[in-house]
Protein backbone atom coordinates (compact mmCIF):
# COMPACT_ATOMS: atom_id res chain seq x y z
CA UNK A 1 0.00 0.00 0.00
CA UNK A 2 2.68 2.17 0.74
CA UNK A 3 4.30 1.35 -2.27
CA UNK A 4 1.33 2.11 -4.37
CA UNK A 5 0.91 5.33 -2.66
CA UNK A 6 4.59 6.49 -3.09
CA UNK A 7 4.14 5.83 -6.62
CA UNK A 8 1.04 7.92 -7.32
CA UNK A 9 3.08 10.77 -5.58
CA UNK A 10 6.40 10.29 -7.93
CA UNK A 11 3.60 10.26 -10.69
CA UNK A 12 1.83 13.27 -9.59
CA UNK A 13 5.38 15.24 -8.73
CA UNK A 14 6.68 14.01 -12.38
CA UNK A 15 3.85 15.79 -14.42
CA UNK A 16 6.21 18.68 -13.80
CA UNK A 17 2.95 20.88 -14.65
CA UNK A 18 3.01 24.62 -13.36
CA UNK A 19 -0.58 24.11 -12.53
CA UNK A 20 -1.12 25.47 -9.40
CA UNK A 21 -2.81 23.86 -6.35
CA UNK A 22 -4.14 24.35 -2.90
CA UNK A 23 -4.18 22.10 0.00
CA UNK A 24 -8.10 21.77 1.49
CA UNK A 25 -6.66 19.99 4.30
CA UNK A 26 -4.71 23.36 5.93
CA UNK A 27 -6.01 26.69 6.00
CA UNK A 28 -2.63 28.60 6.28
CA UNK A 29 -4.01 31.54 7.76
CA UNK A 30 -7.13 31.43 4.85
CA UNK A 31 -5.25 32.13 2.02
CA UNK A 32 -4.31 28.92 0.13
CA UNK A 33 -0.50 28.13 -0.21
CA UNK A 34 0.16 27.78 -3.70
CA UNK A 35 2.23 25.45 -5.32
CA UNK A 36 4.67 26.14 -7.89
CA UNK A 37 5.53 22.50 -9.46
CA UNK A 38 7.86 24.20 -11.69
CA UNK A 39 9.58 25.67 -9.33
CA UNK A 40 10.15 22.19 -7.98
CA UNK A 41 8.11 23.12 -4.47
CA UNK A 42 6.79 20.08 -2.61
CA UNK A 43 3.15 19.00 -3.56
CA UNK A 44 2.20 17.12 -0.24
CA UNK A 45 1.81 19.29 2.72
CA UNK A 46 1.41 16.88 5.58
CA UNK A 47 2.60 13.09 5.32
CA UNK A 48 0.85 12.42 8.26
CA UNK A 49 -1.68 9.09 6.96
CA UNK A 50 -0.80 9.18 3.69
CA UNK A 51 3.02 7.35 3.95
CA UNK A 52 4.19 4.54 6.01
CA UNK A 53 7.16 6.57 7.82
CA UNK A 54 9.39 3.16 7.94
CA UNK A 55 9.64 2.52 3.94
CA UNK A 56 10.91 6.17 3.58
CA UNK A 57 13.52 5.88 6.57
CA UNK A 58 14.79 2.39 5.25
CA UNK A 59 14.77 3.38 1.91
CA UNK A 60 16.21 6.80 2.10
CA UNK A 61 19.52 7.10 1.40
CA UNK A 62 19.65 10.75 3.19
CA UNK A 63 19.98 11.59 6.94
CA UNK A 64 16.64 12.50 7.75
CA UNK A 65 16.37 13.46 11.93
CA UNK A 66 14.39 10.70 13.97
CA UNK A 67 11.07 13.18 14.67
CA UNK A 68 10.80 13.85 10.56
CA UNK A 69 9.92 12.18 7.46
CA UNK A 70 12.27 13.08 4.81
CA UNK A 71 9.89 12.25 1.48
CA UNK A 72 12.29 10.39 -1.28
CA UNK A 73 11.02 12.41 -4.19
CA UNK A 74 11.94 15.95 -2.43
CA UNK A 75 14.99 16.13 -0.79
CA UNK A 76 14.77 19.49 0.41
CA UNK A 77 11.29 18.82 2.38
CA UNK A 78 11.41 18.27 5.86
CA UNK A 79 7.96 17.17 7.41
CA UNK A 80 8.31 17.07 11.34
CA UNK A 81 4.50 18.33 11.83
CA UNK A 82 1.47 17.00 13.80
CA UNK A 83 4.08 15.19 16.49
CA UNK A 84 3.63 17.18 19.47
CA UNK A 85 7.58 18.20 19.17
CA UNK A 86 7.65 20.74 22.40
CA UNK A 87 11.27 22.18 20.19
CA UNK A 88 12.38 22.52 16.56
CA UNK A 89 14.66 19.25 16.01
CA UNK A 90 18.52 19.49 15.89
CA UNK A 91 20.76 18.32 13.38
CA UNK A 92 18.56 19.69 10.73
CA UNK A 93 20.04 18.37 7.36
CA UNK A 94 22.33 21.83 5.37
CA UNK A 95 19.65 21.02 2.43
CA UNK A 96 16.43 21.73 3.90
CA UNK A 97 14.25 24.24 2.18
CA UNK A 98 11.47 23.63 3.20
CA UNK A 99 10.28 23.09 6.84
CA UNK A 100 7.09 22.01 7.85
CA UNK A 101 6.55 22.05 11.82
CA UNK A 102 2.96 22.61 11.82
CA UNK A 103 0.76 21.36 14.57
CA UNK A 104 3.32 21.05 17.56
CA UNK A 105 4.12 22.28 20.73
CA UNK A 106 7.45 24.58 20.22
CA UNK A 107 7.60 27.77 22.24
CA UNK A 108 10.76 28.98 20.99
CA UNK A 109 13.32 29.37 18.20
CA UNK A 110 17.07 30.05 18.82
CA UNK A 111 19.53 31.31 16.63
CA UNK A 112 21.58 27.97 17.33
CA UNK A 113 18.67 25.70 15.85
CA UNK A 114 18.90 27.25 11.99
CA UNK A 115 22.76 27.19 12.23
CA UNK A 116 23.42 25.00 9.88
CA UNK A 117 20.66 25.59 7.28
CA UNK A 118 21.48 28.12 5.24
CA UNK A 119 18.77 27.56 2.22
CA UNK A 120 15.73 27.99 3.96
CA UNK A 121 12.60 29.34 1.86
CA UNK A 122 9.58 27.96 3.81
CA UNK A 123 9.08 27.69 7.26
CA UNK A 124 5.70 26.98 8.28
CA UNK A 125 5.50 27.23 11.98
CA UNK A 126 1.18 27.34 12.30
CA UNK A 127 -0.25 26.02 15.57
CA UNK A 128 2.06 26.35 17.69
CA UNK A 129 3.21 28.08 21.24
CA UNK A 130 5.89 30.31 20.02
CA UNK A 131 6.30 33.69 22.09
CA UNK A 132 7.59 36.65 21.27
CA UNK A 133 10.09 36.38 24.09
CA UNK A 134 11.29 33.34 22.91
CA UNK A 135 11.64 33.93 19.31
CA UNK A 136 16.09 35.22 19.34
CA UNK A 137 15.37 38.31 16.79
CA UNK A 138 19.19 36.86 15.42
CA UNK A 139 17.26 33.16 14.68
CA UNK A 140 16.30 34.36 11.23
CA UNK A 141 17.88 36.75 10.12
CA UNK A 142 20.61 35.10 8.01
CA UNK A 143 17.68 32.98 6.16
CA UNK A 144 18.65 35.37 3.41
CA UNK A 145 16.71 32.66 1.34
CA UNK A 146 13.37 32.63 3.51
CA UNK A 147 10.33 33.50 0.83
CA UNK A 148 7.77 32.43 3.27
CA UNK A 149 6.87 32.60 7.45
CA UNK A 150 4.11 31.09 8.84
CA UNK A 151 3.38 31.25 12.29
CA UNK A 152 -0.66 31.43 12.41
CA UNK A 153 -2.37 30.64 15.27
CA UNK A 154 0.36 30.89 17.89
CA UNK A 155 0.75 32.95 21.08
CA UNK A 156 3.10 36.14 19.42
CA UNK A 157 2.46 39.59 20.95
CA UNK A 158 3.98 41.23 18.49
CA UNK A 159 5.61 41.23 15.00
CA UNK A 160 8.92 39.84 15.41
CA UNK A 161 12.23 42.25 14.42
CA UNK A 162 15.13 40.51 12.38
CA UNK A 163 13.43 39.48 9.68
CA UNK A 164 15.08 38.29 6.63
CA UNK A 165 14.79 41.13 3.76
CA UNK A 166 13.85 38.20 0.97
CA UNK A 167 10.39 37.43 2.39
CA UNK A 168 7.51 37.64 0.59
CA UNK A 169 4.75 35.80 2.77
CA UNK A 170 4.40 36.86 6.42
CA UNK A 171 1.21 35.10 7.68
CA UNK A 172 0.79 35.96 11.74
CA UNK A 173 -2.67 35.51 12.02
CA UNK A 174 -4.54 34.65 15.11
CA UNK A 175 -1.93 35.13 17.53
CA UNK A 176 -1.96 38.16 20.45
CA UNK A 177 -0.19 40.47 18.30
CA UNK A 178 -0.70 44.04 19.84
CA UNK A 179 2.21 45.55 18.96
CA UNK A 180 4.49 45.66 15.82
CA UNK A 181 8.53 45.76 16.81
CA UNK A 182 10.57 48.72 15.61
CA UNK A 183 11.84 48.69 12.33
CA UNK A 184 10.20 45.46 11.56
CA UNK A 185 8.83 45.53 7.99
CA UNK A 186 11.90 48.53 7.76
CA UNK A 187 13.52 46.16 5.16
CA UNK A 188 11.44 43.97 3.58
CA UNK A 189 11.11 45.55 0.31
CA UNK A 190 9.35 42.00 -1.47
CA UNK A 191 6.79 41.06 0.73
CA UNK A 192 4.09 40.82 -0.76
CA UNK A 193 1.26 39.38 1.80
CA UNK A 194 1.05 40.26 5.23
CA UNK A 195 -1.84 38.54 7.39
CA UNK A 196 -2.50 39.74 11.13
CA UNK A 197 -6.03 38.70 11.06
CA UNK A 198 -7.42 37.50 15.06
CA UNK A 199 -4.58 39.37 16.56
CA UNK A 200 -4.99 42.46 19.30
CA UNK A 201 -3.89 45.27 17.24
CA UNK A 202 -5.80 48.68 18.09
CA UNK A 203 -3.62 51.53 16.12
CA UNK A 204 -0.97 51.96 13.53
CA UNK A 205 1.54 54.27 14.24
CA UNK A 206 3.56 56.56 11.14
CA UNK A 207 6.52 53.75 9.71
CA UNK A 208 5.35 51.06 11.70
CA UNK A 209 4.57 49.57 8.56
CA UNK A 210 6.96 51.45 6.18
CA UNK A 211 9.33 50.06 3.66
CA UNK A 212 6.55 47.35 2.55
CA UNK A 213 6.70 49.00 -0.96
CA UNK A 214 5.22 45.91 -2.53
CA UNK A 215 2.38 44.69 -0.22
CA UNK A 216 -0.08 43.55 -2.00
CA UNK A 217 -2.30 41.80 0.44
CA UNK A 218 -2.70 42.98 4.03
CA UNK A 219 -5.46 41.46 6.28
CA UNK A 220 -6.70 43.16 9.51
CA UNK A 221 -9.73 41.47 9.79
CA UNK A 222 -10.81 40.92 13.78
CA UNK A 223 -8.65 43.11 15.64
CA UNK A 224 -8.80 46.03 17.89
CA UNK A 225 -9.31 49.11 14.93
CA UNK A 226 -11.45 52.09 15.63
CA UNK A 227 -10.81 53.23 12.43
CA UNK A 228 -9.23 52.65 9.67
CA UNK A 229 -5.69 53.18 10.04
CA UNK A 230 -3.74 55.62 8.56
CA UNK A 231 0.01 55.28 6.98
CA UNK A 232 -1.06 51.81 5.58
CA UNK A 233 1.61 50.98 2.54
CA UNK A 234 -0.04 52.46 -0.57
CA UNK A 235 0.39 49.48 -3.08
CA UNK A 236 -2.12 47.14 -0.84
CA UNK A 237 -4.63 46.01 -3.59
CA UNK A 238 -6.66 43.78 -1.15
CA UNK A 239 -7.28 45.36 2.49
CA UNK A 240 -9.00 43.28 4.79
CA UNK A 241 -10.76 45.17 7.86
CA UNK A 242 -13.91 42.76 8.65
CA UNK A 243 -14.94 42.62 12.41
CA UNK A 244 -13.41 45.56 13.87
CA UNK A 245 -15.87 47.78 15.35
CA UNK A 246 -15.52 50.87 13.03
CA UNK A 247 -16.64 54.61 14.61
CA UNK A 248 -17.13 55.64 10.70
CA UNK A 249 -15.68 56.22 7.09
CA UNK A 250 -14.08 59.83 6.54
CA UNK A 251 -14.15 61.20 2.63
CA UNK A 252 -10.17 60.21 3.02
CA UNK A 253 -9.90 56.74 4.59
CA UNK A 254 -9.10 55.25 1.78
CA UNK A 255 -7.82 57.89 -0.24
CA UNK A 256 -4.02 57.36 0.39
CA UNK A 257 -3.75 53.69 -1.51
CA UNK A 258 -2.72 53.54 -5.72
CA UNK A 259 -4.71 50.95 -6.28
CA UNK A 260 -6.62 49.39 -4.04
CA UNK A 261 -9.34 46.90 -5.80
CA UNK A 262 -10.91 44.20 -3.13
CA UNK A 263 -11.94 45.98 -0.18
CA UNK A 264 -13.50 44.13 3.11
CA UNK A 265 -15.49 46.04 5.53
CA UNK A 266 -18.14 43.41 6.79
CA UNK A 267 -19.08 42.78 10.24
CA UNK A 268 -17.80 46.66 11.69
CA UNK A 269 -21.14 48.08 13.29
CA UNK A 270 -20.88 50.56 10.22
CA UNK A 271 -23.72 53.21 10.62
CA UNK A 272 -24.81 55.15 6.98
CA UNK A 273 -24.84 58.89 9.03
CA UNK A 274 -21.14 57.63 9.76
CA UNK A 275 -20.27 56.86 6.50
CA UNK A 276 -18.92 59.95 4.39
CA UNK A 277 -20.61 60.21 0.44
CA UNK A 278 -17.39 60.32 -1.22
CA UNK A 279 -15.02 57.22 0.83
CA UNK A 280 -15.76 55.18 -1.99
CA UNK A 281 -15.04 57.33 -5.01
CA UNK A 282 -12.22 55.05 -6.07
CA UNK A 283 -11.96 54.04 -9.92
CA UNK A 284 -9.66 51.40 -9.14
CA UNK A 285 -12.25 49.35 -6.96
CA UNK A 286 -13.59 46.24 -8.32
CA UNK A 287 -15.08 44.78 -4.85
CA UNK A 288 -16.45 45.94 -1.91
CA UNK A 289 -17.95 44.31 0.93
CA UNK A 290 -20.35 45.76 3.26
CA UNK A 291 -22.30 43.31 4.52
CA UNK A 292 -23.74 42.73 8.05
CA UNK A 293 -23.02 46.53 9.30
CA UNK A 294 -26.03 48.62 9.75
CA UNK A 295 -26.45 50.62 6.98
CA UNK A 296 -29.81 52.30 6.13
CA UNK A 297 -29.50 53.33 2.66
CA UNK A 298 -26.99 52.35 -0.29
CA UNK A 299 -23.71 53.97 -0.19
CA UNK A 300 -22.28 55.87 -3.23
CA UNK A 301 -20.22 53.88 -4.93
CA UNK A 302 -17.66 54.27 -8.62
CA UNK A 303 -19.56 53.04 -11.68
CA UNK A 304 -16.76 50.74 -12.41
CA UNK A 305 -17.55 48.99 -9.30
CA UNK A 306 -18.25 44.86 -9.87
CA UNK A 307 -18.89 43.59 -7.31
CA UNK A 308 -20.79 44.69 -3.97
CA UNK A 309 -22.21 42.67 -0.90
CA UNK A 310 -24.58 44.54 1.51
CA UNK A 311 -26.36 41.67 2.67
CA UNK A 312 -27.15 41.45 6.50
CA UNK A 313 -28.01 45.33 6.57
CA UNK A 314 -31.64 47.37 7.17
CA UNK A 315 -31.61 49.27 4.03
CA UNK A 316 -34.83 50.47 3.26
CA UNK A 317 -34.19 52.60 0.09
CA UNK A 318 -32.65 51.87 -3.65
CA UNK A 319 -31.47 55.03 -5.56
CA UNK A 320 -29.82 54.77 -8.79
CA UNK A 321 -27.79 57.83 -7.80
CA UNK A 322 -25.31 55.53 -5.88
CA UNK A 323 -24.46 53.69 -8.65
CA UNK A 324 -24.92 56.23 -11.62
CA UNK A 325 -24.59 59.80 -11.54
CA UNK A 326 -26.06 60.27 -14.61
CA UNK A 327 -28.05 57.94 -16.89
CA UNK A 328 -26.99 57.46 -20.80
CA UNK A 329 -25.56 55.53 -23.46
CA UNK A 330 -22.13 55.57 -22.41
CA UNK A 331 -22.80 56.38 -18.85
CA UNK A 332 -23.59 52.91 -16.79
CA UNK A 333 -22.54 51.39 -13.73
CA UNK A 334 -20.18 47.94 -14.30
CA UNK A 335 -21.87 45.87 -11.84
CA UNK A 336 -22.04 42.48 -12.26
CA UNK A 337 -22.95 40.99 -8.84
CA UNK A 338 -25.04 42.87 -6.36
CA UNK A 339 -26.14 41.14 -2.71
CA UNK A 340 -29.44 43.44 -1.03
CA UNK A 341 -30.36 40.72 0.69
CA UNK A 342 -31.74 40.68 4.29
CA UNK A 343 -32.20 44.08 4.38
CA UNK A 344 -35.78 45.60 3.94
CA UNK A 345 -35.83 46.22 0.27
CA UNK A 346 -38.31 44.01 -2.18
CA UNK A 347 -38.16 43.69 -6.17
CA UNK A 348 -41.17 46.04 -6.13
CA UNK A 349 -39.42 48.78 -4.34
CA UNK A 350 -37.05 49.53 -7.33
CA UNK A 351 -37.33 52.26 -9.09
CA UNK A 352 -37.82 52.03 -13.14
CA UNK A 353 -34.71 53.11 -14.24
CA UNK A 354 -32.39 50.77 -12.44
CA UNK A 355 -31.91 48.21 -15.41
CA UNK A 356 -30.83 51.19 -17.02
CA UNK A 357 -28.08 52.05 -14.89
CA UNK A 358 -27.46 48.18 -13.89
CA UNK A 359 -27.09 47.19 -17.24
CA UNK A 360 -24.75 44.70 -17.27
CA UNK A 361 -25.66 43.14 -14.05
CA UNK A 362 -24.99 39.06 -13.80
CA UNK A 363 -27.15 38.72 -10.82
CA UNK A 364 -28.85 40.20 -8.13
CA UNK A 365 -30.20 39.29 -4.78
CA UNK A 366 -32.80 41.04 -3.14
C1 LIG B 1 25.88 22.05 12.90
O1 LIG B 1 26.90 21.32 12.30
C2 LIG B 1 27.98 21.03 13.18
C3 LIG B 1 29.06 20.37 12.39
O2 LIG B 1 28.54 19.35 11.59
C4 LIG B 1 27.47 20.19 14.34
O3 LIG B 1 28.52 19.94 15.25
C5 LIG B 1 26.35 20.93 15.05
O4 LIG B 1 25.78 20.10 16.06
C6 LIG B 1 25.27 21.32 14.06
N1 LIG B 1 24.29 22.17 14.74
C7 LIG B 1 22.96 21.97 14.65
C8 LIG B 1 22.10 22.90 15.42
O5 LIG B 1 22.49 21.11 13.96
C1 LIG C 1 3.46 21.72 25.59
O1 LIG C 1 4.57 22.30 26.27
C2 LIG C 1 4.26 22.75 27.58
C3 LIG C 1 5.52 23.40 28.15
O2 LIG C 1 6.05 24.31 27.24
C4 LIG C 1 3.81 21.60 28.44
O3 LIG C 1 3.44 22.09 29.71
C5 LIG C 1 2.62 20.91 27.79
O4 LIG C 1 2.28 19.76 28.51
C6 LIG C 1 2.96 20.51 26.36
N1 LIG C 1 1.76 20.00 25.72
C7 LIG C 1 1.78 18.89 24.98
C8 LIG C 1 0.47 18.50 24.36
O5 LIG C 1 2.78 18.24 24.80
C1 LIG D 1 24.91 35.30 10.79
O1 LIG D 1 25.95 35.45 9.85
C2 LIG D 1 27.06 36.16 10.37
C3 LIG D 1 28.05 36.36 9.23
O2 LIG D 1 28.15 35.23 8.44
C4 LIG D 1 27.66 35.38 11.55
O3 LIG D 1 28.74 36.08 12.09
C5 LIG D 1 26.58 35.18 12.61
O4 LIG D 1 27.07 34.37 13.65
C6 LIG D 1 25.37 34.54 12.01
N1 LIG D 1 24.29 34.50 13.00
C7 LIG D 1 23.60 33.43 13.31
C8 LIG D 1 22.56 33.58 14.33
O5 LIG D 1 23.84 32.36 12.76
C1 LIG E 1 13.43 41.46 -4.28
O1 LIG E 1 12.95 40.99 -5.54
C2 LIG E 1 13.75 41.37 -6.63
C3 LIG E 1 13.02 40.95 -7.90
O2 LIG E 1 12.58 39.64 -7.80
C4 LIG E 1 15.13 40.77 -6.49
O3 LIG E 1 15.94 41.17 -7.57
C5 LIG E 1 15.73 41.22 -5.17
O4 LIG E 1 16.96 40.60 -4.97
C6 LIG E 1 14.81 40.89 -4.01
N1 LIG E 1 15.32 41.43 -2.78
C7 LIG E 1 15.71 40.69 -1.76
C8 LIG E 1 16.23 41.42 -0.58
O5 LIG E 1 15.64 39.48 -1.79
C1 LIG F 1 -16.27 37.92 11.64
O1 LIG F 1 -17.05 37.48 12.74
C2 LIG F 1 -18.15 36.67 12.37
C3 LIG F 1 -19.01 36.45 13.59
O2 LIG F 1 -18.23 36.25 14.73
C4 LIG F 1 -17.60 35.38 11.77
O3 LIG F 1 -18.66 34.55 11.37
C5 LIG F 1 -16.76 35.72 10.55
O4 LIG F 1 -16.15 34.57 10.05
C6 LIG F 1 -15.67 36.73 10.90
N1 LIG F 1 -15.06 37.15 9.66
C7 LIG F 1 -13.77 37.48 9.56
C8 LIG F 1 -13.29 37.85 8.21
O5 LIG F 1 -13.02 37.50 10.52
C1 LIG G 1 -14.83 61.64 -7.01
O1 LIG G 1 -13.54 61.82 -7.57
C2 LIG G 1 -13.52 62.62 -8.74
C3 LIG G 1 -12.11 62.66 -9.29
O2 LIG G 1 -11.28 61.75 -8.67
C4 LIG G 1 -14.01 64.01 -8.38
O3 LIG G 1 -14.07 64.82 -9.57
C5 LIG G 1 -15.41 63.93 -7.79
O4 LIG G 1 -15.84 65.20 -7.35
C6 LIG G 1 -15.42 62.98 -6.60
N1 LIG G 1 -16.79 62.80 -6.11
C7 LIG G 1 -17.13 62.82 -4.82
C8 LIG G 1 -18.56 62.58 -4.50
O5 LIG G 1 -16.31 62.99 -3.93
C1 LIG H 1 -31.93 59.96 -5.04
O1 LIG H 1 -30.77 60.68 -4.58
C2 LIG H 1 -30.64 61.95 -5.22
C3 LIG H 1 -29.32 62.54 -4.79
O2 LIG H 1 -29.06 62.29 -3.45
C4 LIG H 1 -31.85 62.82 -4.84
O3 LIG H 1 -31.75 64.07 -5.48
C5 LIG H 1 -33.15 62.12 -5.28
O4 LIG H 1 -34.28 62.84 -4.82
C6 LIG H 1 -33.19 60.71 -4.71
N1 LIG H 1 -34.34 60.02 -5.29
C7 LIG H 1 -35.25 59.39 -4.54
C8 LIG H 1 -36.37 58.71 -5.30
O5 LIG H 1 -35.20 59.37 -3.32
Known sequence: MALLCCCMLVLLGGLGSARATADPDMDYGGVPLWI???????????????????????????????????????????????????????????????????????????SSVLANVTDLYWLILDHNQLQSDKLEHASLQNQTRLRYLFANHNRLRSVPGGLPAGLRQLRLAHNRISSISAGAFKNLHNLSVLLL??????????????????????????????SVPRYLPSSVQQLYLSNNSLSGLDADS?????????????????????????????????????????????????????????????????????????????????????????????????????????????????
Open 36 to 110: NRLLGEPSVMSLQGRMDPAWFRANNPQACPQQCDCPIQWPTALYCDHRGLAHVPDSLPGRTQYLFLQANNISSLS
Open 254 to 366: FAGFLDLKYLRLSHCGLQSSGVHSGVFNSSSLVELDLSYNKLTSIPTVPTTLQYLYLEANTIQEFNVTSFCREVGPLSYSRMKILRLDGNELSYHLLPADWVFCLRVLHRIYI
Open 197 to 226: QGNRLQTIAEGELGGLGSLSLLDLSGNRFS
